[in-house]
């Protein structure tokens, strides 16, 4: 019965902050809770590893902000991480 509760506490807690309009990736790098990435969020999130230079993070981020407003919404994150993701891919698979 113990595990049932926490199964739906569970589900519970998902369907909540689907409902609250979070999506993954802006929880993660939204450090502040703006609903947008700012660049030093971004460029943090993204350097925190060591992966990745602090020039390169800012550039990907000049890519992803299409609006240019300084920020990235949650479509243009989506997107450019949905470009990202089939660059990655098609370097993987050897096309130029």
Known sequence: MKRTSILVAGLFTTALAASAGEMPGLPTYDTNGDAQISKAEFVTA????????????????????TDASGFLSQAEYDAARTAWKAAKAKAASGNP
């Open 46 to 65: 993204k350097t925190a590893d060591g992966k990745v230079s602090e020039e390169q993070a800012e550039e990907k981020f000049i890519k992803a902000d």
